[in-house]
Nanobody
Framework: QVQLEESGGGLVQAGGSLRLSCVASGSIRNIYAMVWYRQAPGKQREFVATITSDTSTAYADSVKGRFTISRDNAKNAAYLQMNSLKPEDTAVYYC??????????????WGPGTLVTVSS
């Protein structure tokens, strides 16, 4: 079994910063891509940022230049540093990872999400 847990969400004023964390636990041999998604109220879940096992990154245009994704392979963790936050960044942020388990199963795992609220 593999689980993801996000943390670091909260309420912040526009222009402020937050740092989200995503930690994977369980029977993990390797983690390939780690991805952040978000879902705003009444909207579909959307891609935010991704980082591969070799630390290549990609971002949605809406967050490029403001958000930075990183990872710590030793801790099975990924992070999302969010700066210059805007009210439209308000959403539940979800972590997703493609994991190879110790039994050599390849799984795609989602965390339960963490709420980010940006006030104007």
């Amino acid at each position: 079994q593999v689980q993801l847990e996000e943390s670091g969400g909260g309420l912040v004023q526009a222009g402020g910063s937050l740092r989200l964390s995503c930690v994977a636990s369980g029977s993990i041999r390797n983690i390939y891509a780690m991805v952040w998604y978000r879902q705003a109220p009444g909207k579909q879940r959307e891609f935010v940022a991704t980082i591969t096992s070799d630390t290549s990154t990609a971002y949605a245009d809406s967050v490029k230049g403001r958000f930075t994704i990183s990872r710590d392979n030793a801790k099975n963790a990924a992070y999302l540093q969010m700066n210059s936050l805007k009210p439209e960044d308000t959403a539940v942020y979800y972590c997703n990872a493609v994991v190879l388990t110790n039994t050599e199963r390849r799984l795609q795992v989602w965390g339960p999400g963490t709420l980010v609220t940006v006030s104007s």
